[in-house]
């Protein structure tokens, strides 16, 4: 009879053990999950904010928390290309939009046997393995023409501003540069600092193929007036390779969109003018030194580049398709959600100067 008592002892026992170590995990499984949902309004880090770009835009922490309220948005996977200088629009106001309106599934595509581009964006648009292109320069008459041959016309709808920024060796002792000078130093004219005021030292002029783009198409275009560039130029594959140059060469000097150079800290971007007396720098005064960067970096000058004070400014374009089909309207919904008070605050997170 003891035993039959202790067996049964035993198994209650038991019982009551596996009972308790289930209902202390229960107990850290739930205070686990309020520890969790509470994270979220923590302090965040200031150091790994999302919504702080490179160059310091600070923007609303609300606007990634917004409904897909975009009229006339059509649903599907599209594929859509272009210009490099959209980079950051790409990565702060794209990613946003697929996260409100993930049935609007926009995929960015590379050329196969092209660099990527504008012009090589206009080409794929033309060629219809695009829904829309994004470009930093208007298209050209022969390209709308090409277009026409295919059935439709080209559209460009401007969503941003750009500025084109002179980057220089931090150590050159230079006021700046007028528009005329800067011509005659990419057309082999000016070939020494010391012809515009600076040091006795050799200008090395560096630049992208003409063909990488709509950075060095407008720039032909508008700043050397369509004439070709000097026998002087050292040509260089990317953006990143020639600040990296700039930044170890003393005389060396390029060119590209201002969020590219601005708020960079191993280069110095140069005030700029139309004549020597009224030079506009491309950055909010007073200037950060290279010496106090990467805890401050200069910011745009967005004033004068909206204004049309700084000299080589531009405007950035979607282009789109004019053919009443899916292609024109999701081309169509795309720059529009870009116009939206909503799409300007990302374009200027991303470091480019809102157009409305």
Wanted: charge should be positive; include cysteine; hydrophobic fraction near 35%.
């Amino acid at each position: 009879m003891s035993q039959k008592n202790e067996t049964l002892t035993l198994f209650l026992a038991t019982i009551i053990t596996i009972g308790l170590i289930f209902g202390g995990l229960w107990f850290l499984m739930e205070r686990w999950g309020q520890i969790t949902k509470s994270q979220p309004n923590s302090t965040p880090d200031p150091t790994n904010s999302p919504n702080q770009n490179p160059i310091g835009n600070v923007i609303n922490p609300n606007l990634a928390i917004s409904s897909c309220n975009v009229p006339n948005l059509p649903q599907g996977i599209f594929n859509y290309g272009g210009s490099t200088t959209f980079a950051p629009i790409r990565r702060d106001a794209d990613s946003v939009l697929k996260s409100i309106c993930p049935q609007f599934d926009l995929r960015y595509t590379q050329p196969i046997n092209e660099k990527p581009g504008s012009g090589t964006g206009i080409k794929m648009l033309i060629a219809n393995q695009l829904v829309f292109s994004q470009s930093s320069r208007s298209f050209k008459p022969e390209e709308n023409a090409e277009a026409q041959q295919k059935g439709f016309s080209l559209r460009e709808i401007p969503v941003a501003i750009d500025g084109i920024a002179i980057a220089v060796n931090p150590t050159l002792n230079i006021p700046g540069l007028t528009v005329a000078q800067i011509k005659d130093i990419y057309i082999g004219n000016i070939t020494n600092w010391q012809q515009v005021g600076g040091p006795n030292l050799p200008i090395e002029a560096l630049s992208r193929l003409q063909e990488a783009g709509g950075t060095v198409e407008f720039f032909v275009e508008t700043v050397l007036n369509k004439q070709n560039f000097g026998n002087n130029i050292k040509y260089i594959g990317t953006t990143t390779e020639a600040l990296r140059k700039v930044a170890v060469t003393p005389g060396a000097i390029y060119y590209a969109s201002a969020p590219e150079v601005v708020p960079q800290c191993t280069i110095k971007p140069l005030p700029i003018g139309r004549t020597t007396s009224k030079l506009i720098t491309p950055y909010l005064n007073p200037y950060v030194p290279s010496s106090e960067c990467p805890l401050k970096r200069n910011q745009l000058n967005n004033q004068d580049f909206r204004s049309g004070d700084y000299p080589i400014t531009r405007n950035l374009f979607v282009i789109l398709k004019q053919n009443n089909t899916t292609d024109q309207q999701v081309g169509e919904a795309y720059a529009n959600w870009l116009l939206t008070s909503q799409g300007q605050e990302l374009i200027e997170k991303a470091g480019f100067v809102r157009i409305k």
